[in-house]
């Protein structure tokens, strides 16, 4: 295939107990897993100190694993009702070893991107609200 390749995880079961872990999960996730203890951002984004694990779905920098995906996205709550809502926002991650990148005006919700030495960044993006314009007062009274 020719073409960048995303998966979406969308939590229908609604077992992603705390909205407010779901960015930590889907980095250690695709990242892999951070060892030593993370340090909080003024913005609440927590950034690990030290390295982490090539334990995640996408390897390490020198083991590189899934590169035929390009990212994947988190939806925590698929549900209309909630998106205005912060903790349940969806989140998107790219693959910083794959083979086709997607671009980027494609999905652009808060998120993780990598460098190709392993920096990992997060970008606010847009919501999902804003992204299929529903009204800035949702749900409706």
Known sequence: MDAPYLIVVADLKEELASGQNNNEALSDAVFGTVVGDPIVEEN??????????????????????????????????PNLWRLREERWQPVRAHNPFATHKP?????????????AGGKID???GTALADLVGLPAVWPPQ
């Open 44 to 77: 609440g984004v927590p950034r690990p100190i030290g390295s982490r694990l090539p334990d995640g779905f996408w390897g390490a920098v020198n083991c590189p694993k899934n590169r035929n995906v390009s990212g994947v996205v988190l939806l925590p709550r």
């Open 103 to 115: 671009p980027e005006a494609l999905l652009p919700l808060p998120g993780y991107t990598a460098d």
């Open 122 to 124: 997060f970008s606010a």
